[in-house]
């Protein structure tokens, strides 16, 4: 196994009361996604996510991001791109993640994992890191390609101290759906977990897989990682292209925040609300939880249904218009109350 076991054991009792405390109150953010730069050094076909030539977001901005993240009560950070790894100060995020308490996670493409970034990251407290793998030799759709990234992989399985995920994925015109089976029997092989994700497209909602790619998502959901396969039984109707009935929880539960600071609803809905993280209130908060998602019906994005999953069975959701009529009423109530106490 790549992870120590004592590790791995105190990742998962941080999990475990993470899972807990969402479980008795809705009021705080359990995971959210912030980019400490949009730059990339691959250029898949099918991402949005990132540029050649934007600049690092200085560390103190990135500290003050993080201070405002963990008031909001913030469990689970991760870091994510662009390609976090060419952050020159990543280590020090990392870092202050941890001082707050809150868990620290990592998504990259795996190009810059070599045995000394590995145990500086060791060090600076990382505790899980997703790599996605899309197929087994680069193309022009994807070089995040197992063939490529096979000596980064045996790297982390011999010096990482933190558990890893494999991800791999289906459709969005990866060419050869079996190489994800390939890349997750590897995965199981090294000692990670792995998962597997339907790509989104360009607006982040679904596109149906053929009959050949649905057998082969399938069987890699079989030989992955009990715990998210149990999550993400959005996948099977998402899988059949059927429409998926949820309640995205996105700009409360989950926050995205951008390279400029901004709050969005995920990566694929940036501009909701859009928000500066630094003006966030709980009452934007409420607004989000309470308040419909027009894309959540066929939403492709597993973090989010994971995080939905806690508070699905509770607080049905309303139109954003219902949810200002609602309030414009509770606030005229509250002045006429206010006004007969004053009388
Ligand atoms: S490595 Fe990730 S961020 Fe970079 S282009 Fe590919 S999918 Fe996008
Ligand atoms: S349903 Fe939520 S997570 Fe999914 S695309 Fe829409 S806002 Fe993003």
Known sequence: MAVRPTTFLRLKLREAAFISRALLSTNHVVLAHIIPMRRCNLACGYCNEYDHSSKPVPLELMKKRLDKLAELGTSVVTISGGEPMMHPELDQIIRHIRSHGMIAGLISNGYYFTPDRIKRL??????????????????????????????????????????????????????????????????????????????????GTLKPLTEKEKQIFHAVKKLGNKDHARLNWFQDSIAEGKPYEWRCRSGSRYLYICEDGKVHWCSQQRGYPGIPLEDYTMEDFKREYKTEKWCAPTCTIQCVHQVGILDNWRDPQMSLAQFRKEKQQKDKERVGQMVRADN
């Open 122 to 203: 060791n060090e600076a407290g990382l505790e899980y890191l997703q790599i996605s793998i899309d197929n087994v030799n680069p193309d022009e759709v994807s070089r995040k390609s197992l063939r490529v990234l096979d000596k980064k992989l045996r790297y982390l399985a011999e010096h990482a101290d933190f558990h890893i995920n494999i991800n791999s994925v289906i459709g969005g015109g990866i060419k050869q759906p079996e190489d994800a089976l390939t890349v997750a029997q590897r995965a199981v092989e090294l000692g990670f977990s792995t998962t597997v994700g339907v790509i989104h497209d360009e607006d």
